[in-house]
């Protein structure tokens, strides 16, 4: 965005990126949580995703990718504070963000891959790697997001 747009301006356009990766994360986590404890009840088993599940976050990932890349290359984070506190809140809460998708990433590949045999390795296992690793892509740089408000 132009430096001679305002900082008004520039501060609404922020908040209202910020606000739609945060509801994207917010849908992913909705999303993804009943899987998650799927997941931890049924090792090894192939959890079945209904188109549904997997419209609502290729749609997520989509959303969030294009703001969050779109506010990296065009705008600056336009707030800054002086406050100690309020900069070590962001901080902590960027780093926070990132624990439920730490967590779902460590029970897939440290107690589900293990257990999954060659019959699962097919275009829709590699899709749903590919989506994987596009929705732990996207909470890592909503994560970033946080701690960049943070600094």
């Known amino acids: 965005m132009p430096a001679t747009s ?41 959890q079945d995703l209904t188109w549904e599940h997997k419209l609502v976050t290729c749609l997520c990932v989509a959303v969030f990718q294009t703001c969050y890349w779109w506010r990296l290359k065009r705008l600056g984070v336009p707030f800054a504070t002086s406050s100690q506190l309020l900069s070590h809140l962001f901080l902590f809460a960027g780093r926070l963000s990132f624990i439920f998708a730490s967590t779902f990433a460590s029970v897939v590949f440290f107690r589900h ?27 890592f740089c909503f994560a970033l997001e946080i701690e960049r408000l943070g600094k």
Not at 28 to 34: A, K, N, R, T, V
Not at 113 to 139: C, K, Q
């Open 113 to 139: 891959l293990p257990l999954i045999d060659s019959t699962h390795a097919t275009l829709e296992g590699l899709y749903r790697l590919v989506l994987f690793f596009a929705v732990l892509f996207s909470w």
């Open 6 to 46: 305002g900082l008004g301006t520039r501060r609404l356009l922020y908040l209202a990126l910020l606000a739609i990766q945060a509801a994207c994360v917010t849908i992913l986590i909705w999303q993804l949580l009943p899987i998650f404890w799927r997941i931890v009840d049924g090792l090894g088993e192939t």
